[in-house]
């Protein structure tokens, strides 16, 4: 059995500055434990679901912007238990791990030497924690040394897009996805650069055809206007089965797929009355 648990489904500037949702990331078990994209809040949402970060093999992180690495050191330091076990694995984009173009790093040299592996990676790497391969995939982001995953699971292929824009050659590298996970920040008629809107994940998902699209990473205003109706507009133009993740819920994949856990409590609950939502991203 393969597991994905949404250690947040918040994204983007203002959803991660007031913690609108979690943004902790996505926690995937398959004989091993890896933690993709921790950021601020990962090490809470943990605690509440009495997940034991000493038990973490591997930290992944696609690219250097806050809402996607924030609680890593601390994390790394879990996985080294207090950095006096020498174990797991580091994986990051250049600018996360060493820094590049203005960007990061992420990680301080201190932590960067406590796994028994760090490892960067850049489009069309593989590399394996255990038993599961991993394939590097590219994206087009503003953090050029951004990039998306190919998780080989005993599930089927789960295809991680990370931050990116649309764009064609991107999205072809996702095919043969069983499951797609897209980092939907903007809702629809609200497409900018760098981010895909709703029509964007619309048009992938008819591309791809995966068995599901998962969506997380929801911005603000997207937030304030309906996750769900981002994703029946998704399953409706695609006919692909679509579904808005929910912060702390789990994906169990098997033959089928099926869900479990609940939401935090407070959640979407909009900001201070100062802030206008339908401003932000
Ligand atoms: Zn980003």
Redesign the pocket.
Known sequence: MTTLTFLGTGGGRFATIYQVRGTGGIYLKDGVNVHIDPGPGALVHMARLKMDPAKTDAIIIS?C?P??YTDAEVLLEGMTRGGLKKRGTLIGSKTALEGENGHGPAISRYHHGLPERAMVVGKGDRFNIGALDVDVLGTK???PS?VGFKFNTSAGAMCYM??TEMDSEVTAQHKGARVLILALTRPLHSRVP?HLCTEDAANIAKEIRPEMVLLTHFGAKLIYEGVGKQAQYIERESGVRTVAAEDLMTVHLGRGIRFSGKRGEGQDEMLDEGIDPAQLD
């Open positions: 690219h912007h809402d996607h982001h503003s953090d951004g990370s931050d760098q």
